[in-house]
C-alpha cells in the first residue's frame, strides 16, 4: 500500500520529467522571467510636447440603424437595416417589401405603403409621423398595422378613407358609452 509522502515522490518526478523533456529544469523555470513590452497608457497626458500634434477624437457618427418591426399578427420580428437620416415612411416601405420577399404570413390585403402605421408599441395608439427621421424617434423596436379604411360620403358620391387607431379607439369608446347610458335608462 503507498503511503501519501510515496504517491507526493512520484508526483514530482513526474513533473520533472516532463518538464526535462521540454529542456528546463523545475529550477531553471523558477529563474526565468517573463518579457513583457513595457507600454505607457497615457503617455503624454498632462504633458505638452513641442512638435507633436495628437489627433483631436471625433464623435463615431451612427452610418446605419438595425431596427425590429414586427408586423400586426405575424410572427416574428422583421430586422431592416436602415441609415438614420431616413424616415419613418422609409422605414415602412422598406419593411413591407420585405415582408412580402420573405414570404410571410398572414399574406398582406394591401402592399401600399399608405395602407399601414407604424408605432411604438402595439398598445399604442398614436401612429407615428411619416416625415419624422428615425435617428430621433429613440427607439428601435417598432409595430406595424394596417390601417381600416371606413366609408365616407362626400359630394362626389363616397369612397374609403384609412383611419388611425386612436379615431378607433375613440370610435370603440363612444359605443360602448351609449351601451352604458341605456342601461342606465332601463334600470
Known amino acids: 500500500m503507498s503511503s501519501p509522502k510515496s504517491h507526493r515522490r512520484k508526483y514530482e518526478e513526474k513533473s520533472r520529467k516532463a518538464s526535462s523533456f521540454h529542456g528546463r529544469t523545475s529550477e531553471t523555470m523558477a529563474v526565468a522571467k517573463l518579457n513583457r513590452p513595457r507600454t505607457v497608457p497615457e503617455l503624454f497626458a498632462g504633458k505638452r510636447v513641442p512638435g507633436v500634434s495628437l489627433p483631436e477624437a471625433k464623435p463615431a457618427k451612427l452610418t446605419k440603424l438595425l431596427l425590429n418591426v414586427t408586423v400586426q399578427r405575424s410572427l416574428g420580428a422583421l430586422m431592416v437595416i436602415m441609415s438614420p437620416e431616413s424616415t419613418v415612411g422609409d422605414l415602412i416601405a422598406a419593411v413591407i417589401r420585405q415582408y412580402v420577399k420573405e414570404g410571410r404570413r398572414p399574406i398582406l390585403g394591401s402592399t401600399d405603403f399608405g395602407d399601414f402605421d407604424l408605432h411604438y408599441s402595439q398598445f399604442s395608439l398614436e401612429s407615428l409621423d411619416r416625415e419624422e427621421e428615425l435617428i430621433?424617434?429613440?427607439?428601435?423596436?417598432?409595430?406595424?398595422?394596417?390601417?381600416?379604411?371606413?366609408?365616407t360620403a362626400t359630394e362626389s358620391g363616397g369612397g374609403k378613407r384609412p383611419t388611425q387607431c386612436s379615431e378607433e379607439a375613440e370610435e370603440e369608446w363612444m359605443t360602448k358609452l351609449a351601451w352604458l347610458k341605456l342601461m342606465e335608462i332601463l334600470l
Not at 136 to 143: C, I, K, M, P, V
Open 136 to 151: 430621433n424617434l429613440g427607439s428601435r423596436n417598432f409595430f406595424l398595422c394596417p390601417r381600416k379604411l371606413v366609408e
